[in-house]
């Protein structure tokens, strides 16, 4: 692994929800790095994320497309990454069902473009890394309270986006074996916290709940996510991407299994008390609507890896998380606003009504 202080690193997806938190992370912790985040600023991208650490002398942004073969050789070029941390990605399973092959572009050939290049750069030398980030819903669903996801699970996918994630995966660990390409993966569960696009189930239903709109529980609501605090997440990919062992893959949960229906009902109940409503007032709102075709039952990791090895354990609490959360929403709701105006209504106007 390259421990150059001035290593340059490429964050692919940094202006998404996830990538904003690992690309200011990166960027006011490793003064001496320099950060360039390259992102097609599709409708999950938002430059606003990051608008605190844009002028940093570190930072670059860089706007292209991962699908776009040449685009993606001519910057390795440019500016010769020494590193990689590999977050773009179409993430969204419903609209994975309406549209499998953006998919497939770019969580697929995008990864793809990125190792051809990163292999031509880097050659044969092991003092580059190349860190994919990954999802558990990879390994398909669990039975109810039983077993954990590791390292070892073989993977299942459900949904066309699990199936595109896996692809990239076993691409990944392709290299690896084949080219002897410096390669480490991480999966993990579900991430929530500021910033995340509001197509998901808790920026969704924070947003409907402020807006007084109903709640559309998928199924009966017994679905089972393993939540994690998105700042979480950033610090565990510091972590793997300094102390990582090359070839290795690590599993990130939460050690935090929520059923979807409980979760929803905690929710409403600490937003009747953020905006002063009645008690069950938000609880009211929930509807239940058509199941996801293909819904995963349960989804739960088994994080000790990275906890024995390289000593990472969620730091924040589901109901700090929750509530900072909630807060930042409350507090940003230009933002909301803004990312729920234009294509946004038409999406849900397509999934919802
Ligand atoms: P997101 O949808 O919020 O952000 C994705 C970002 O990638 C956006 O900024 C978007 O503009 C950019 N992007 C999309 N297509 C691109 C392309 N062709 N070229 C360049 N940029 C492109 O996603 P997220 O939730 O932040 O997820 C980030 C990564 O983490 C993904 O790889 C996802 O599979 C993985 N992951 C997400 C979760 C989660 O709960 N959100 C959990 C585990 C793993
Ligand atoms: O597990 C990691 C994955 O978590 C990531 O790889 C994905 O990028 C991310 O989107 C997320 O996938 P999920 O499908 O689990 O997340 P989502 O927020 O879409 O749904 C969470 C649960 O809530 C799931 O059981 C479906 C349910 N749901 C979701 C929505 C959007 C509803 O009941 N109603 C909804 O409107």
């Known amino acids: 692994m390259n421990t150059r202080a001035n290593q340059r690193i490429l964050i692919t997806g940094g202006a998404g929800f996830i990538g904003s938190h690992v690309v200011r992370r990166f960027v006011l912790k490793?003064?001496?790095?320099?950060?360039?985040?390259?992102?097609?600023?599709?409708?999950?991208?938002?430059?606003?994320?990051?608008?605190?650490?844009e002028k940093e002398p570190n930072y670059t942004f860089i706007k292209g497309d991962i699908v776009d073969t040449s685009f993606v050789f001519e910057i390795f070029e440019k500016y010769q990454f020494d590193s990689v941390i590999h977050l773009a990605a179409?993430?969204?399973?419903?609209?994975?069902?309406?549209?499998?092959?953006?998919?497939?572009?770019?969580?697929?050939?995008?990864?793809?473009?990125?190792?051809?290049?990163?292999?031509?750069?880097?050659?044969?030398?092991?003092?580059?890394?190349?860190?994919?980030?990954?999802?558990?819903?990879v390994y398909g669903s669990l039975i109810e309270n039983k077993s954990l996801f590791t390292e070892e699970t073989a993977y299942d996918p459900s949904s066309p986006y699990a199936a595109s994630k896996a692809s990239?995966?076993?691409?990944?660990?392709?290299?690896?074996?084949?080219?002897?390409?410096?390669?480490?993966?991480?999966?993990?569960?579900?991430?929530?916290?500021?910033?995340?696009?509001?197509?998901?189930?808790?920026?969704?239903?924070?947003?409907?709940?402020?807006?007084?709109?109903?709640?559309?529980?998928?199924?009966?609501?017994?679905?089972?996510?393993?939540?994690?605090?998105?700042?979480?997440?950033?610090?565990?990919?510091?972590?793997?991407?300094?102390?990582?062992?090359?070839?290795?893959?690590?599993?990130?949960?939460?050690?935090?299994?929520?059923k979807n229906i409980d979760l929803i009902k905690t929710l409403c109940r600490l937003m009747d008390q953020k905006l002063y409503r009645e008690d069950g007032e938000s609880e009211r709102l929930i509807t239940y609507v058509k199941d996801r075709p293909g819904h995963d039952l349960r989804y739960a990791i088994d994080a000790n890896k990275i906890n024995k090895e390289l000593g990472w354990k969620p730091s924040v609490t589901f109901e700090e998380g929750l509530s900072k959360t909630v807060d930042w929403y409350l507090d940003n709701k230009d933002w909301l606003d803004n990312v729920t105006s234009g294509s946004y209504k038409e999406y849900y106007q397509k999934q919802y009504l």
Request: aromatic share 14%.
């Open 30 to 53: 490793y003064p001496n790095y320099k950060v360039y985040n390259l992102d097609a600023l599709t409708y999950a991208g938002n430059l606003e994320n990051l608008k605190d650490i």
């Open 90 to 137: 179409e993430s969204h399973v419903d609209r994975s069902i309406e549209d499998p092959l953006a998919f497939v572009k770019t969580n697929v050939i995008g990864t793809l473009n990125l190792l051809q290049a990163a292999k031509k750069l880097w050659g044969n030398t092991v003092n580059n890394r190349f860190y994919h980030i990954s999802t558990d819903e």
């Open 168 to 258: 990239s995966d076993h691409f990944v660990r392709s290299y690896g074996k084949t080219y002897d390409f410096p390669y480490v993966i991480t999966n993990c569960s579900n991430n929530y916290g500021p910033n995340h696009f509001p197509e998901k189930l808790i920026p969704l239903f924070i947003n409907n709940i402020i807006n007084k709109e109903t709640l559309p529980v998928y199924g009966d609501g017994n679905y089972t996510r393993d939540w994690l605090f998105v700042e979480d997440h950033a610090i565990a990919i510091d972590l793997v991407f300094h102390k990582g062992k090359n070839h290795e893959t690590y599993n990130i949960g939460g050690f935090n299994e929520w």
